[in-house]
């Protein structure tokens, strides 16, 4: 082989990561050949301490990749026969690299899984602190960016709570279908030694051996999957890296970030720039970007294994890195950050906006909604040309609208009372809100029991295969 080919096939540079992976599930492979009396009972224990010594190396760092090999599965076959000599060579019986390397990808995937969603649940914890600190910060809330209907700081930061909630399901989702174990389907058409796959699939943890060997070496869902997790979770880090950056502008005043998760100007002494947020914002590019990689790579590849699907390791493991880092950054931010909950008042005086609350208001004393509206549209166009909050117009003033308005409208109409009464399911209300905080904090408890038993799971396989 050519240099300059040798150079362009290696994936080592990125498939290095999956290293440790690669001696468990080899550890596992020839202890399922040693019970199935497929290789010498000599040769596989020899193996088997081969594979442990090359996982302590890779543990102390001393594992040394040679970059002359085409994988890291090569390596290890490599370093292996270097310590064990030729009955090294025993080990690959019955299994290819074709299954060996989506075995691998999948341990990979499962521990990245379960990491990314330990971070999100942490993420989601610091948010409903932040949400229970301010379950009476009244803040505008917003469509098309107009001011809608008064909301609080709670309820609007619990919504990425729940978003949040969706992503870290979602993985545990994927998770499922990523636990399925392809070694023993070798190239593509099974072995015809008689070996135990689902001996195999057991002691690495899997939850059952893969149906179908054709189907199996040629799977890439699992990736796909993860770039799609990685990428929907990119963009709502990016929706909430919008808000941060709108909220912490002098226009808005909301928040301040902490100088730690904030820059400055080279040139403009008083700048204080939230590039984090901005930055969070700008990768959810690379991570949609990936997703559309591994699809694109996917589509039409006949069956079984094409070199092409070399290419899905670097787009998924950069998209899950990439996506990890912003959310404990983002963690960071808004745990730390400063809420002005005086501006958002403030804020929430302009734009008329309990203008619903006087149309419903009409509805309770019998008007038609559709009515209601239009009286409410000329109160308010009253209001602008006169510099008012609805509020604030005398009751003898708001009843040249219509006269079903009384006294009793200033309780409805004021802001806090808003707020207040919206106390529907799922509603902007201190109690509803209360009630969103409770199903979320039930729902990070029940996600990080998922990542500690499962957790425990793989370190009960390792110690085994190391034992
Ligand atoms: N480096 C390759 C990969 O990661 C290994 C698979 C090799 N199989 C083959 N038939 N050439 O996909």
């Not at 600190?133 to 009244?138: P, R």
């Not at 869902?221 to 502008?249: G, I």
């Not at 997703?291 to 069956?303: A, E, H, Q, R």
Request: charged share 25%; aromatic share 6%; proline share 3%.
């Amino acid at each position: 082989m050519d240099d300059s080919t040798l150079r362009f096939t290696s994936s080592l540079e990125v498939d290095a990561a999956l290293g440790y992976y690669d001696v468990m599930g080899s550890l596992a492979h020839v202890k399922m050949l040693k019970k199935c009396n497929i290789i010498p009972k000599g040769d596989a224990d020899a193996i088997a301490t081969g594979l442990k010594k090359i996982a302590e190396e890779m543990e102390s760092g001393e594992f040394e990749i040679d970059d002359s090999l085409e994988d890291i599965h090569t390596c290890v076959e490599f370093r292996l026969t270097e310590i064990v000599g030729p009955g090294g060579g025993k080990l690959h019986t019955g299994r290819s690299r074709n299954d060996q390397v989506s075995t691998d990808f999948r341990m990979f995937l499962r521990d990245a899984v379960l990491e990314m969603v330990e971070k999100i649940e942490r993420l989601r914890m610091g948010l409903i602190e932040v949400a229970e600190n301010n379950s009476g910060s009244i803040m505008p809330g917003f469509t098309h960016m107009q001011h809608a209907q008064p909301v609080t700081l709670a309820h609007h930061l619990m919504a990425y709570v729940f978003k949040f909630g969706r992503d870290s399901e979602r993985l545990i989702e994927s998770y499922e279908r990523i636990n399925e174990c392809p070694l023993g389907s070798a190239a593509l058409a099974g072995t015809t030694f008689p070996i135990d796959r689902k001996m195999t699939a057991e002691s690495l943890g899997f939850k059952k051996p893969t149906e179908n060997s054709m189907d199996s070496v040629s799977d890439r869902d699992f990736a796909a999957e993860m770039a799609f997790c990685s990428a929907l979770l990119a963009d709502h880090l990016s929706s909430l890296s919008e808000e941060l950056v709108l909220w912490s502008s002098q226009e808005f005043g909301f928040i301040e970030m902490d100088d730690r998760y904030s820059t400055g100007s080279s040139i403009m002494p008083q700048k204080k720039n939230p590039d984090i947020a901005e930055l969070i914002r700008g990768r959810s590019g690379s991570a949609i970007g990936h997703l559309v990689s591994v699809l694109t790579m996917l589509k039409g590849l006949p069956l079984t294994y094409n070199r092409d699907m070399q290419e899905d390791k670097r787009p998924v493991i950069d998209s899950l890195q990439s996506v990890a880092d912003c959310v404990d950054m983002m963690y960071k931010m808004v745990t730390t950050m400063k809420v002005d909950t005086k501006r958002m008042e403030e804020a929430v005086g302009k734009g008329q906006i309990n203008a619903t609350d006087l149309a419903d208001y009409l509805v309770t004393k019998g008007v038609p909604f559709r009515e209601a509206h239009g009286i409410v549209g000329a109160a308010v166009r009253h209001c602008i040309s006169g510099g008012l909050r609805l509020e604030e117009v005398p009751l003898a003033d708001l009843k040249k609208f219509s006269d079903r308005i009384e006294e009793d409208v200033y309780d409805v109409i004021s802001v806090r009372r808003c707020v207040e009464r919206r106390n529907s399911y799922g509603g902007t209300s201190p109690s509803s809100v209360a009630l969103q905080i409770e199903n979320a904090r039930a729902s990070v408890e029940e996600k990080m029991n998922f990542v500690t038993y499962e957790s425990q799971v793989y370190e009960r396989c390792w110690s085994r295969l190391l034992g």
